[in-house]
C-alpha cells in the first residue's frame, strides 16, 4: 500500500479507501459484525488507514463498528464520517447543511465512534437551501473546536463547490481537501466540470461505484436461467452500452489473468490527473476485500486504457467540445496554440 496526500493538507492516507457502509445487517443486506471485523483487519493488515463512514450508514451500526475496531490504534487510522443526511425522519432540521443538523450530525457521530474528533467530515449531499456563508463558518467553528480536524464535500454541483471554497480562502475559513463522486467506466460525466475542478483546486477524489453497481464485474452479460430478460432490462445501468463497455472490461480481465473488478478499479486508479484518485471498495465479505486489494498488484497498460477510454467515452458538450474546436482555437491564438508549450493542460 502507498500513500497519498488529501488534497492541500498534510493529511497521508492510504491509495484505497475502505467503504463501511456494508457494516451492519440493519439494512437487511450488509455483513455482520464478525465479518465486518474481519473486512476492516483485512483492509488494515494490508496497510490501509483511510476508512470511510457515515452517519446514516446502516442506522448508526457503520459508525459503532468502526469506532470499536479501530479503538485499539487510533491514531493510526484517518477515520472520514458525513453529515446532511438524516438519522430521524420526522424532524424538520433532522437533515440537511444547515448549522443545527451539522452540529448535532457531529456529537451523535462521535458518540457512535466513541471518539473525541473525526479527522474528515465529509458535507454528503448539497440541499440548495443552506447558504453556503453559514456552511463553510460553521465547518470552521467546528474545526476550531477541536471536533473535526478536515472537511470535505460529497456530490455537489462543482460551481457550488468552487464557490465555497473561494469563500473560505478570502474569509480565512477551513476549506474542503476532497471531493467524493460517483465515477466509473459507465458513469463518467464528472469529468465535465467536477473533475477538471478538482485539478484547478487541488481537491483529493475519492470515487464511489467504482464497479457501476456491480456492472463492471460482468455478471450482467451472462445472464442466468432465473434472469433470462436480464440483458434486455430497461434499467439504466444495464443498457447495451454499458454491457458493452462491461464486455470490454472482461475481455482485458481474462487476456491478463485477473478479475474484471480489479480491472475496473485501475482504470479509476490511473487517471491521469494531477490530484491523487483514491478508489473506495465496498464489500460484504472479506474474500471480496482481499479482491479488491489485489488491484494494488498491477497496473493496465496504456494501451489497455486507451481501449477502456473509448469504449466508454462521453461528450463532454458545451463549452468544451466549442472551445477545443479548430476554428475557436485558431481565432483565439491565432494560429500559435500548437506552438506553445501548455504546462496547465
Known amino acids: 500500500m502507498r500513500y497519498k496526500l488529501l488534497g492541500r493538507s498534510g493529511l497521508r492516507v492510504s491509495e484505497l479507501a475502505l467503504g463501511t457502509m456494508t457494516f451492519g445487517e440493519n439494512w437487511g443486506w450488509g455483513a455482520s459484525k464478525d465479518e465486518s471485523r474481519a473486512m476492516f483487519e483485512a483492509f488494515a493488515e494490508a496497510g490501509g488507514n483511510f476508512i470511510d463512514t457515515a452517519n446514516r450508514y446502516t442506522d448508526g451500526t457503520s459508525e459503532e463498528f468502526v469506532g470499536e475496531f479501530v479503538k485499539g490504534d487510533r491514531e493510526a487510522f484517518v477515520v472520514a464520517s458525513k453529515y446532511s443526511l438524516f438519522t430521524r425522519r420526522h424532524s424538520a432540521n433532522d437533515g440537511g447543511n444547515q448549522r443545527k443538523n451539522l452540529v448535532q450530525s457531529v456529537e451523535g457521530s462521535l458518540k457512535r465512534l466513541s471518539m473525541d474528533y473525526i479527522d474528515l467530515l465529509w458535507l454528503h449531499a448539497w440541499d440548495g437551501m443552506t447558504p453556503v456563508e453559514e456552511i463553510m463558518r460553521s465547518l470552521d467553528d467546528l474545526v476550531r473546536a477541536g471536533k473535526i480536524l478536515y472537511v470535505a464535500i460529497s456530490d455537489t454541483p462543482a460551481w457550488q463547490v468552487s464557490r465555497a471554497n473561494m469563500l473560505a480562502e478570502l474569509r480565512g475559513w477551513t ?171
Not at 487517471?271 to 489485489?294: E, F, T
Not at 477502456?308 to 461528450?315: E, F, K, R
Request: hydrophobic share 40%.
Open 175 to 345: 476549506p474542503f481537501v476532497a471531493l467524493q463522486i460517483e465515477y466509473s467506466l459507465i458513469m463518467r460525466d464528472a469529468e465535465r466540470d467536477l473533475l477538471p475542478m478538482a485539478n484547478e483546486l487541488e481537491l483529493a477524489v475519492t470515487p464511489w461505484g467504482i464497479l457501476g453497481g456491480g456492472v463492471l464485474t460482468g455478471k450482467y452479460n451472462k445472464p442466468d436461467a432465473n434472469e433470462p430478460k436480464r440483458m434486455n432490462s430497461p434499467q439504466p445501468r444495464t443498457s447495451a452500452a454499458n454491457l458493452r463497455i462491461a464486455a470490454e472490461v472482461v475481455a482485458i480481465a481474462e487476456e491478463i489473468g485477473r478479475p474484471a473488478s480489479q480491472v475496473a478499479t485501475n482504470w479509476v486508479r490511473q487517471q491521469g490527473l494531477k490530484v491523487p484518485m483514491i478508489p473506495i471498495i465496498g464489500a460484504r465479505s472479506v474474500k471480496q476485500v482481499r479482491d479488491n486489494l489485489a488491484c494494488l498488484e498491477f497496473a493496465l497498460t496504456r494501451e489497455q486504457m486507451a481501449r477502456l477510454d473509448a469504449i466508454s467515452q462521453i461528450p463532454l458538450g458545451f463549452p468544451h467540445d466549442f472551445l477545443s474546436s479548430g476554428g475557436v482555437r485558431d481565432v483565439t491564438f491565432g494560429g500559435y496554440y500548437e506552438r506553445i508549450d501548455n504546462h496547465r493542460k
